[in-house]
């Protein structure tokens, strides 16, 4: 989608805001053109507040679960991007060249089913350049029996095979039934403490935004990488030490902002 809308023009570029404020625009554009759920505006304010507790940087360890995760989709037989509104919205270009690259289908997969959303996000998935898209026609899906809400609708030819599914900006609920039925399960989350983040095998605690172009550079780099290597990547990486030293780094950087204020405070 382009960021080039009247709401952008506002905003100047030395703004120190300016990036996530165009984000911002993005996902309210893309409310508007059905692509996000109204209840995905809330879900990317939540989302800003622990980009903000993370200092809005990649962490080292977040880059540690990048490569561990393009490692598991390389490893994987049938991997699977899976998009939802937001996603869409915010990086529709970089889903599509990372599926191409690493040869996984993307399958609209949505909780909030408004009528014209899978229409409209299908649209600006083509208009990016996506060649295949599953989870466009409602009346061949099959259903995942272990949830009970909308996410329950799969593709057969998609999520439902998938032996390595990749949920960026996901929900708990699916993560754990993905789970239940002996799926690896890679997710995007802000949050490190989210149930998505504790159920997924491999958890980027990084903003979708920042993860999708570093992912994309690492498929690029172990694109012809052994299988041994990549084995190697996935055997050493710990999610539960990376679930930590997430937390760690939030702690650490609101110590720093609060030692800051105070300065500010006292003078």
């Not at 200092?55 to 679960?65: L, P, R, Y």
């Not at 909780?111 to 060649?131: P, Q, S, T």
């Not at 699916?174 to 490190?192: F, H, S």
Request: proline share 3%; glycine share 4%; aromatic share 4%.
């Amino acid at each position: 989608m382009s960021t080039n809308n009247n709401q952008d023009h506002d905003v100047p570029k030395d703004h120190p805001r300016y990036e996530s404020l165009k984000y911002r625009h993005n996902i309210i554009e893309g409310m508007k053109k059905l692509i996000v759920a109204e209840a995905g505006l809330m879900a990317h304010g939540r989302g800003e507040c622990f980009d903000y507790m993370l200092g809005e940087k990649t962490s080292e360890i977040a880059k540690e679960s990048i490569e561990a995760a393009v490692a598991l989709l390389y490893l994987a037989k049938y991997p699977v991007i899976s998009v939802n509104g937001n996603t869409a919205a915010l990086c529709p270009k970089m889903l599509v060249e990372l599926s191409k690259i690493i040869n996984a289908p993307l399958e609209i997969n949505l909780f909030y089913r408004k009528e014209g959303r899978i229409d409209a996000i299908k649209k600006v998935l083509e208009d990016a350049g996506a060649e295949m898209i599953l989870g466009i026609n409602e009346t061949k899906m099959v259903e995942i029996e272990e949830l009970s809400s909308n996410r329950r609708n799969v593709d057969p030819n998609g999520i439902k095979i998938a032996d390595v599914v990749f949920v960026p900006l996901e929900d708990g609920d699916r993560t754990e039934a993905l789970k239940k039925i002996e799926k690896k399960v890679i997710a995007v989350d802000l949050n490190p403490i989210s149930r998505t983040s504790l159920w997924a095998d491999v958890t980027i605690v990084d903003n979708i935004v920042r993860t999708l172009p570093k992912m994309i550079k690492i498929a690029n780099i172990l694109k012809n990488a052994e299988e041994k290597e990549l084995k190697n990547i996935v055997e050493k990486y710990d999610n539960k030490r990376n679930i930590q030293v997430s937390l760690d780094t939030i702690i650490q950087y609101i110590k720093k902002q609060k030692k800051d204020a105070f300065k500010i405070l006292k003078d």
